[in-house]
């Protein structure tokens, strides 16, 4: 098989998840692609995550959601994206993940793949045992996206406080599951992802990536799928449903439902919603409105004693 190297324009998340679902639907099932891009500092989430529960509260990170699966990464201008795009007759994950360590191994540190699809630092590396990319797939009928992050410069510190929620219950979205991570990029060895990308692409393709405008695709097609990455029906309301204790803890304890990213109902505790806490029912759900549910419960609570207390 030979790959086609190309390096996607820009810095915008939401312009690169449309590129790669158009090339994905658009190409030929002969051809095989290899896709580069850098993204401006967000936090992309799996197909089937939960936003709240993935994503840090005080993180000031705009987030997007992928169609492809796995779990939650963060992006900033350290942090090289990678794409296979391949027949699907012709798609091995691990072939493919082998291949992607063999060329990132050919920058100085050796990587092996790993659990869960991950690249980590090999046995002898000072970072023996970080994670350096995480991967995800999607699948349509004739083509296959491979895709995943490369780890080379970025910020781990922004990294670590961006990712982790809320504590939510009964909750059936999928779960990212925490690691040690490591730049490859460092010391005496120093590259920036785009010196990556090239020595990645020269490996694998044999020349250095091809930039790719996006004038070169479907321009209904991309616009069509930019306006789904960006729209907060796909970023919010595609959330598998979950709930969130209100203040009485346990299983018989008060909580919120949320479907499809708005508040659907309140189940459980001894205080049954009246004005309060109906009044949000329908509204999207947010960390902001999470904050005040629970003030609004735990005043209704606090009523509802009082009158208790006067009778």
């Not at 939650?72 to 291949?99: Q, S, T």
């Amino acid at each position: 098989m030979k790959f086609e190297s190309f390096l996607l324009e820009g810095l915008s998340p939401i312009d690169h998840l449309a590129a790669e679902a158009c090339l994905l639907s658009e190409t030929p099932s002969d051809r095989f692609l290899l896709l580069f891009y850098v993204d401006f500092p967000s936090v992309i989430i799996g197909k089937n995550q939960n936003p709240w529960k993935e994503i840090a509260p005080s993180s000031p990170l705009p987030f997007f959601r992928r169609t492809s699966g796995g779990g939650a990464v963060y992006h900033d201008a350290g942090n090289l994206n990678w794409a296979f795009i391949v027949p699907r007759n012709a798609h091995d994950k691990d072939a493919e993940l082998a291949l992607m360590a063999d060329a990132v191994s050919s920058l100085g540190r050796k990587v092996i793949p790993g659990p869960r699809g991950g690249l980590f630092l090999a046995e002898g590396d000072t970072g023996q045992g970080a994670k350096v990319s995480g991967t995800a797939r999607r699948f349509d009928s004739r083509k296959v996206l491979h895709h995943g992050t490369l780890l080379v410069s970025a910020d781990l510190s922004a990294l670590v406080s961006s990712l982790g929620g809320l504590e939510t219950r009964d909750d059936l979205s999928l779960r990212s599951i925490p690691a040690k991570t490591a730049n490859l990029s460092g010391g005496s060895l120093a590259f920036s992802p785009l010196e990556a990308a090239a020595a990645i692409a020269r490996f694998i393709s044999g020349c250095p990536p091809v930039p790719l405008s996006f004038g070169s695709i479907d321009p209904e097609a991309f616009e069509r799928e930019r306006g789904l990455f960006g729209s907060d029906e796909w970023r919010c309301g595609t959330t598998p449903p979950f709930a969130l204790d209100l203040g009485d803890a346990g299983a018989s304890g008060a909580k919120v439902i949320v479907e499809k990213g708005r508040v659907a109902r309140f189940e459980g505790g001894t205080v049954r919603p009246q004005e309060s806490l109906t009044r949000f029912l329908g509204s999207p759900f947010s960390f902001s409105l999470a904050t005040e549910l629970s003030k609004s419960f735990i005043k209704e609570k606090q009523r509802c004693r009082n009158e208790l207390s006067m009778s």
